[in-house]
């Protein structure tokens, strides 16, 4: 049987507990994705994190903008790690039942290549050719 518990009390006990076991910048991420998720779902009662939620959550953040800027899949998936270590602890403490399902949204798995291997090999072989920084204490092919 799981407790009925309002979502600033369990906020507040949980980032009681976070200021011992997290570093400052975990707690910055946790507050600042919990304040956004207050912002855009507004739940009242800890059982208002479902599924339909978090989908609701990711739709509206994937359509605000940062300084005129999209918000990156990468920083919504942050956010929705942060809930889910928070949903974990209240299963944990039986709060809630189950954690519930986060949609996490695809993210650029291969970092870009600016310069393909042909011309890195070109530009590699010719390092010696280099005649800048002067002065450095080692030459320009010296690594």
Request: glycine share 2%; charged share 30%; proline share 6%.
């Amino acid at each position: 049987m799981t407790a009925r518990i309002l979502w600033s009390d369990f906020r507040e006990e949980f980032e009681a507990d976070s200021a011992a076991k997290h570093r400052p910048s975990t707690r910055s991420g946790n507050q600042i994705a919990f304040d956004h998720f207050e912002r855009i779902i507004c739940p009242k009662w800890l059982q208002d994190i479902t599924r339909a939620a978090l989908a609701r959550y990711t739709t509206v953040r994937q359509a605000e903008k940062y300084r005129g800027r999209s918000i990156s899949a990468f920083t919504i998936n942050k956010e929705l790690r942060s809930l889910r270590v928070f949903t974990l602890e209240a299963v944990r403490r039986k709060y809630l039942s189950d954690p519930p399902e986060s949609p996490f949204l695809p993210e650029l798995k291969k970092i870009p290549t600016y310069v393909d291997a042909e011309t890195f090999g070109k530009l590699y072989r010719h390092a010696e050719a280099a005649t800048k920084p002067v002065d450095q204490g080692f030459t320009p092919a010296q690594w």
